[in-house]
């Protein structure tokens, strides 16, 4: 080995050293005005929408204070004196509220077990039509209901089960009594999930056709190849597909479990169904606007909210702990 391959081996060589890291704080920064100032217009649609968030959700928030307070009409507008917990105390030993409560639950639990899996039934269905110009037809005639307004839906449902309605006269024809279903406590609940169904399954599909064309098709050949029929591609194949679309409703719909609608049970109720018919919402506006106790009310209605949070939060980490799909 010659002397100058010797120092070659034998010199080490020394590190370059290392580059200093870059600080992105400024760059983040600058990346972010120059997105505004770039996509200005998009930015400035959210303005609106956030603006009726701000005034019209968050900012009656501050009114919950009055629940803890005594709250006179005419006086502080948020209450004259702290009463503490005086007027939960109150609806907690209240009977007329537990009644209230059950009705709550029972109207929201019926709604649930009916207006959340008709959709995808009928999704399913509309998605086995081949022909195109049927399946568009079939939407738009289920569609159609959700269009019409509360005022309308309570009308059409009053005049068809009055004494003088078609159903009575049905009955009335193969010689079976009248029934006065309006005035009836028992039939209460029947017509309000039924109309609700009516009004609401129809588009309730949008969400879930949507969801079946993101569906490889692949997986059907596939599933037929495997000798799967239609039940069998419906179980293994679509059903798994529009699997996170139906959690992620079942969850929102959970969340306003509590919040049966109040427009149209004050439509459809009366003194004579209160046993069935009143829910939360109706108690609290006879109680705030009617008998002018709003702090009692108000404390209802925080009861209420607190109630859909902790179901919302829960149907959310049971969703993520057992089919891995959750809202957050």
């Not at 010659?2 to 890291?21: D, Q």
């Not at 204070?65 to 109150?90: D, H, Q, S, T």
């Not at 509590?258 to 109706?282: C, H, Q, R």
């Not at 009692?296 to 909210?305: D, K, P, R, V």
């Amino acid at each position: 080995m010659s002397t100058s391959e010797t120092l070659t081996v034998g010199t080490a060589r020394e590190p370059e050293p290392e580059p200093a890291p870059k600080s992105h704080r400024r760059k983040g920064g600058s990346s972010w005005g120059r997105a505004l100032r770039r996509d200005w217009q998009l930015y400035s649609l959210a303005v609106l929408p956030l603006l009726f968030f701000l005034i019209f959700r968050y900012a009656p928030m501050i009114g919950n204070v009055i629940a803890f307070r005594k709250f006179e009409p005419g006086g502080n507008l948020f209450g004259e004196e702290w009463v503490g917990l005086r007027y939960v105390k109150l609806f907690l030993n209240d009977p007329t509220f537990w009644n209230v409560f059950t009705n709550t639950l029972i109207l929201g639990g019926l709604t649930l077990l009916f207006c959340f899996p008709l959709p995808i039934v009928l999704a399913l269905l509309l998605n086995e039509v081949r022909r195109r110009a049927l399946q568009r037809f079939l939407q738009s005639v289920t569609y159609l209901p959700h269009f019409l307004s509360i005022v309308i839906v309570a009308g059409l449902v009053m005049q068809i089960t009055s004494i003088d309605g078609p159903i009575n006269a049905f009955l009335g024809y193969i010689g079976s009594e009248k029934i006065s279903f309006i005035q009836d406590p028992d039939w209460f609940r029947t017509i309000y999930v039924g109309s609700e169904v009516w009004q609401t399954v129809g588009w309730g599909t949008i969400l879930y056709l949507a969801a079946l064309t993101t569906i490889d098709d692949q997986l059907y050949e596939a599933a037929r190849m495997d000798g799967a029929g239609r039940w069998r591609q419906i179980w293994h194949v679509t059903l798994p597909g529009i699997r996170p679309t139906a959690v992620t409703l079942l969850i929102l719909n959970i969340g306003t479990f509590m919040a049966v609608g109040f427009e149209k049970v004050f439509l459809l109720y009366n003194p004579l169904t209160y046993p069935t018919a009143d829910v939360i919402s109706t108690y609290v506006y006879r109680m705030g606007l009617e008998a002018s106790n709003f702090s009692y009310a108000a404390a209802i209605g925080l009861f209420e909210a607190l109630v859909g949070l902790v179901l919302i939060l829960s149907a959310n980490v049971i969703s993520r702990r057992t089919v891995g799909t959750s809202l957050w």
